[in-house]
């Protein structure tokens, strides 16, 4: 009789997700109910700016100053309830220095951590092969504190972008996983366009996933390069945004880690987002001179085009155009 054949298989999986907080559609997302971001041209006259602000009465908390523009970052605040009314006031003054005025939106993540341990026996003989039932099924979760990304703190983060490129050793892309549910998404934001047609003028590229509410994004392309994910089917995923945008990348039940060590299977625009900013960031190392919007439209002119004419990274396409190029 031969020897006794015995394969022990563990699988452990930590899964993650979250899940943005919806809101009624058409409705705005939530804000701190107190604060405004502007967004000033270069040579702004400070003085008059001030001013206005003191008609309604606010008052600059922060102010940022993106050296390679010569834009100002103002973060305004006023009494609470009388938000609304220092916005009206601001647009209605229609003052040539400001060029954006944006609230301090909120996106807000609420999560399941959840870990699962299976542990599976398979015995094998010359007479006998067989697969005991599994041994009992362990799994926990966890609720995972609520997760709250103010817009001020995105604007800071893709300020400190535009001048700080040496220190990030060169342009490439931008990869942002945060969004608010549609219609009021970072793109539809002037403040947040302006930010990103900085980024790609000095040669970087704002990548951002499109949600995962399930909703539309009716707003045009512009400088934001949205990202939708897509399942084992070349399919759009059920809980990602669409609209007028033509790319995406797989965003479910991707294999990453979780988080101390651990592996973990995550679905969302997230992981899509990673799966094209990465190549972009391959081309760019293969070819040094490539700008991240180049590469950008390398990557998207070989892409491979599902059904429903979304437009998947092909690496292989991109890396043999790339060389060619």
Not at 142 to 158: G, M, Q, S, Y
Not at 258 to 269: K, W
Request: aromatic share 8%; proline share 7%; net charge negative.
């Amino acid at each position: 009789m031969k020897h006794l054949r015995f394969l022990m298989v563990v699988v452990c999986t930590l899964c993650v997700v979250l899940l943005a907080q919806q809101h009624a559609a058409g409705q705005s997302p939530p804000d701190d109910g107190t604060t405004l971001l502007l967004l000033l041209e270069p040579g702004a006259d400070m003085g008059r700016v001030e001013s206005m602000l003191q008609e309604v009465n606010s008052t600059v908390v922060k102010r940022t100053t993106i050296k390679n523009t010569g834009h100002q970052i103002l973060r305004v605040q006023t009494d609470p309830g009388k938000l609304a009314d220092m916005e009206n006031h601001l647009r209605a003054y229609g003052d040539p220095n400001i060029s954006a005025v944006e609230r301090n939106h909120i996106a807000h993540f609420e999560g399941t951590l959840e870990r699962e341990t299976e542990y599976e026996t398979e015995h094998e003989t010359e007479h006998e092969t067989g697969c005991p039932p599994n041994d009992p099924f362990f799994s926990e979760q966890w609720a995972l504190p609520d997760l709250h990304f103010p817009t001020a703190d995105v604007v800071d983060a893709l300020a400190w972008c535009i001048d700080h490129q040496r220190e990030r050793r060169g342009p490439g892309p931008i990869n942002v996983s945060i969004n608010i549910d549609p219609p009021f998404t970072y793109n539809s934001s002037p403040f947040i366009q302006a930010l990103a047609k900085a980024l790609r003028a000095q040669g970087d590229l704002f990548v951002q996933g499109a949600g995962n509410s399930g909703l539309e994004d009716p707003t045009p392309e512009q400088f934001i390069r949205r990202v939708a994910a897509t399942d084992e089917h070349d399919q759009l995923a059920s809980f990602s945004v669409f609209g007028p945008f033509q790319v995406a990348a797989p965003g479910v039940d991707i294999l990453t880690f979780g988080g101390n060590n651990a592996v973990a299977f995550l679905s969302g625009t997230s992981l899509s987002t990673a799966y094209w900013s990465g190549p972009i960031a391959f081309l760019m190392s293969l070819c040094p001179k490539l700008t991240a919007p180049a590469a950008d439209a390398i990557l998207f002119n070989t892409a491979t085009v599902t059904k429903q004419g979304y437009h998947i990274p092909n690496l292989e396409a991109a890396r043999d155009r790339g060389d060619s190029d």
